[in-house]
């Protein structure tokens, strides 16, 4: 969907999609109260976009490949960034 070899033009649908996906992001953020919602809604596509990367390409521990699939490793990150505070979202 947001790969670099595939023209968005060709496809407006998939263009649509992609924007309403970073908008659920935007939406997020801006709940959340950030001081500047856009840049930490791709905050936090960024950090999902690198993580699905290291795991797709084996770039982990082995520990750390199965908490990342679980999502154990994605939550952990969160706290440490403080997304897990967000107002009106319970804290897991």
Not at 9 to 16: G, K, T
Request: aromatic share 6%.
């Amino acid at each position: 969907m947001f790969g670099s070899g595939l023209d968005r033009q060709a496809y407006p649908e998939l263009q649509q999609e992609a924007q309403q996906a970073f908008a659920v992001l935007l939406d997020v953020a801006a709940g959340s109260g950030a001081a500047l919602p856009r840049e930490a809604a791709l905050g936090a596509w960024s950090l999902v976009h690198g993580l699905s990367h290291l795991v797709v390409d084996n770039q982990l521990s082995r520990d750390l490949q199965e908490d990342a699939l679980s999502g154990r490793l994605l939550e952990r990150i969160s706290k440490v960034f403080g997304l897990l505070d967000v107002p009106g979202h319970p804290p897991r």
